[in-house]
């Protein structure tokens, strides 16, 4: 079995370069306050990795950076304090200050993870044009010019990674994410292309797609979630895409693989069996 999985490897090699030390590592989080970002941060500090952590509100991210100094604790002789950025992806120069601060104070970056993101369950008939531009606006274009402010050190670098936290989502039309949906799709078709220029160049690009996962955001949806995970849980799943070297990282299997299967159908038999199983 070892030999035919060493085969394997050699066949198809991982697409990143397989992340397992993390004593040290440079990693800087977008959206940490709450949720998925919160405890990736947590776990992440556990193991020793450099934090800088960056969400809107100042009071909420100061707490997680506290619980980080204090999750690290014995567990970590390498961890020196979680770095507080605060910013807002949606406001122009305000990642770029944060971007130029954390140079400073580190002289480069290991990895980006941009997690900051919105939704508001809609249906077809409830869009606005505000509800469009404050979800693209953090979804999507904060992503794409986050990335577009911090890929200049890591090209100069010659070494990094970006991750990108997408949805499942953007894998086909779901009810109840009439902007939320378009946004993840254009998120995973943007870490494509990411990945396509700059695997070449020695940079990494993981996409996260979690399934549903029990955060404030999802706290809104009224509908029964299938394979709901704790944070931790997700935060464990990403931890483990990342030693793998994985492309796309999504969790849970049994609920991911699904949606992918589903596209595979014809648009008929997929609209009718998504109708059947929200019952929307």
């Not at 035919?4 to 397989?18: D, E, I, K, Q, Y």
């Not at 799943?237 to 070297?245: C, Q, S």
Request: overall charge positive; some cysteine; aromatic content about 8%.
């Amino acid at each position: 079995m070892s030999g035919g999985a060493g085969m394997l490897g050699r066949l198809f090699p991982p697409l990143n370069t397989p992340i397992h030390d993390w004593v040290g590592r440079r990693v800087w989080i977008i959206g940490a306050s709450s949720g998925i970002g919160e405890a990736l941060a947590l776990e992440l500090a556990r193991r020793g990795a450099r934090l800088a952590l960056s969400a809107r509100g100042e009071a909420r991210l100061r707490a997680v950076s506290a619980a980080c100094d204090a999750a690290a604790g014995a567990s970590s002789t390498a961890f020196t304090g979680a770095l507080a950025l605060v910013l807002d992806l949606s406001r122009d120069g305000e990642l770029e200050q944060a971007r130029d601060q954390l140079l400073a104070a580190w002289g480069g970056i290991d990895l980006v993870v941009f997690n900051a993101g919105t939704y508001r369950p809609l249906r077809a008939w409830e869009l606005s044009a505000e509800a469009v531009r404050e979800t693209l606006a953090t979804n999507l274009i904060g992503t794409m010019s986050g990335t577009a402010a911090v890929l200049p050190t890591l090209l100069e670098q010659g070494h990094g990674a970006l991750a990108l936290v997408g949805s499942v989502a953007g894998y086909g039309g779901l009810p109840k994410a009439a902007v939320y949906g378009p946004s993840k799709a254009a998120l995973i078709n943007f870490a494509e292309v990411l990945h396509l220029d700059l695997a070449p160049r020695g940079i990494d690009v993981f996409l996260i797609n979690p399934g549903f996962v029990a955060t404030p955001l999802t706290a809104q949806n009224d509908f029964a979630m299938p394979a709901l995970l704790t944070p931790a849980q997700a935060a464990d799943a990403i931890l483990a895409g990342f030693a793998r070297g994985d492309f796309e990282i999504h969790f849970p299997k049994r609920f991911t693989r699904v949606l992918k299967l589903l596209q595979w159908l014809p648009r008929r038999a997929y609209f009718a069996l998504i109708r059947r199983a929200t019952g929307l």
